[in-house]
C-alpha cells in the first residue's frame, strides 16, 4: 500500500527544490546576460536585496522547517554571487580559490544552523572547489605538490567526510541520515580518487608514476566494499564501490592491451585483434562486477537497495 503521507511530503520539498533551484539560477543568469547594461549601484543593490530578503524569509519560517532551510540556502547561494560581483566591479586581483574559500568561511555558521544536509553539501562543494583551486593556484604552480598529489588530497577529505558522515548518523544525528548523503559522498569520493589513479595507468602524462593514487584509490576500493558489506550493509553503496573499480580494472586492460598489441588502425588485422581484446576484457571486467554484486545482494537480502 503506498504511503501517501510519505510522497505528499517528497511532492512538496521536491518542488520546493526545484522552486529555489530555478530562482537562484535566473538570478546568475540574468547577471551574465545583463552584466554590461547595469550599474554598479544597482549590481550591489539586486543580490543584497535578495540576500537580505533570504535571510529574513528564513528567520520568519523558522530555520527547522524546510521553507526556512530552502530560503537559508539560497542566502548562501547569494553570497557567493555578492562575493563574484564585488571581485568584477572592484577587480580586486584575487586568485580565484580565495573568492571560494571565503565564501566557505561566510556561509559556515548558517550551515551550522540550518542542520540541513543540503546546506552542508552546498558548503562542502564550495569547500572542496576552494581547496582544490588552492591546490592548482598555489602548490602546483609553486611545485610544492603535484597534480596527482592534489587530486588525492581533496579525495581523502571527500573520504573524511563521508566518514564523519557516518559517525554522526551513528550518533544519532537524524538531519543527516537521509540515504542519498551516503551514496552522493561515496560517489564522489570513489570518482575524485578515480581521475589521478586512471591517469597514471593510461599514462596522461600529468606527472611520474608514484603509486600514490593507485594506493589511494584502492585502498578507498577496498574499504568501501569491506564497510558497506560488512560494517554498515547497504547494497546500493556498494554498487557504486564495485562500479567504479570495474571502470579501473577497463583501464588497466586497456594499458595492457595497448602496450601487447597497440591500438593501430593502419592495418586491418592488428586493429580488429586489439579492439576484439579490448572488447571481450570489458565484458569479463562488467560480468565478473555484475556477478559479485548478484551474489552480495542474496547476501543482503534484507538490506533495500
Known sequence: ???????????RRALLALGAGQFLAGVVFFFAYNWQDLSDLAKFAIVEAGLVAAAAVAIAHGIDKAFGQAALIGASVL?????????????????????????????????????????????LVVAETALALYGEQVLVALDLASWEQVWVLVGATVVGALAVRELAVRRGVAWLAAHWTRLVLAFAAMAILFVPAAGQVLDWGHDEISGLSLAAFVGAAVAGIWCYWRLLPDFAALVIAIGVADAFVVCIGYRLIEESIGFSLDEAGPALLSSGAMIAWAVAATGGSALAMRRLRAALKDVPA
Do not use: K, N
Not at 1 to 11: P, V
Open 1 to 11: 500500500m503506498r504511503d501517501e503521507a510519505f510522497w505528499t511530503r517528497w511532492g
Open 79 to 123: 553570497t557567493g554571487v555578492l562575493l563574484a560581483v564585488i571581485g568584477q566591479v572592484f577587480q580586486t586581483g584575487a586568485d580565484v580559490f580565495e573568492l571560494f574559500l571565503a565564501w566557505a568561511a561566510l556561509i559556515l555558521p548558517w550551515a551550522i544552523a540550518g542542520r540541513s544536509a543540503l546546506h552542508w553539501l552546498l558548503w
